[in-house]
C-alpha cells in the first residue's frame, strides 16, 4: 500500500497536533450541553475517531452515508443520502465533520438537510480544504489543513475503497490509478 504513494503530503505527527488545536477551538466555541456530532461516512471515520477523543464534553454522536464520488477521482455532482434513517437534530446544535472539503456539494447539500430537520445552528470541521473555488457556497468553520486541488488518500480518505487506514495523507502514484 505504502509503495502506492507518490508523496506523503502531511504526516501522522502534524496531524495529532493539528488536531490537538481543532479540539481546543470546538470545546471553546460551543455552549455548555449535549452536542449532537455528524460523521459522514466513511471518509471522515479516522479524523472523526481521532478528533473527538480530544473532545472532553457529552456528545451524542450519529453517522451519516452520503455518496458523491463513487468511487473515483472525480465529483460526481450529485449528493446521494443513503440511509434509511435521518439521525435524531431538531432543537440541537450540531457539529458535522467531513474529511475534505472539494467542490462544497456534499457539505452543503448535508448542512441544508440538518437545518430541515430543526438543528438549531450547524457547524462544520473537515480534516483538509482544497484550495479551489467551490461550486456552493460553503466554507468549513474548522479546516484542518489546506492544501491544493489534488488528490489525497490516507487518514480516511480512498481510492476505490482502498488507503483509507493510511496514517498519513499522501499523494497516489500515477500507476496506482490505472
Ligand atoms: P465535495 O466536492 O462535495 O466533496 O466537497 C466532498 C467529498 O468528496 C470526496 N473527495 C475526495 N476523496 N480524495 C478522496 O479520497 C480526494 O482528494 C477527495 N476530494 C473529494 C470525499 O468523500 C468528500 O467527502
Sequence with gaps: MRN???RVLIDEAVIEK????????????FPGGTLVVIILLKGALVFA???????????????????????GTESSGKV???????????????????????????????????IEEG??????????????PRAEEVEADYVGFEIADEFVVGYGLDYQGKYRNLPFVGVLKLSATS
Design 4 to 6: 502506492d504513494i507518490e
Design 18 to 29: 493539528r488536531l490537538d488545536g481543532m479540539a481546543k477551538d470546538i470545546e471553546r466555541d
Design 49 to 71: 475517531a481521532d478528533l473527538l477523543r480530544r473532545v472532553p464534553r457529552p456528545l451524542i454522536i450519529e453517522c451519516l452515508n452520503v455518496a458523491s464520488y463513487h468511487g
Design 80 to 114: 446521494d443520502f443513503l440511509d434509511r434513517h435521518f439521525p435524531e437534530v431538531k432543537d440541537h446544535h450540531v457539529l458535522l465533520l467531513d474529511d475534505i472539503l472539494d467542490t462544497g456539494r456534499t457539505l452543503h447539500a448535508v448542512r441544508q438537510r440538518l
Design 119 to 132: 438543528a438549531v445552528a450547524v457547524h462544520t470541521a473537515v480534516l483538509l480544504a482544497k484550495d479551489k
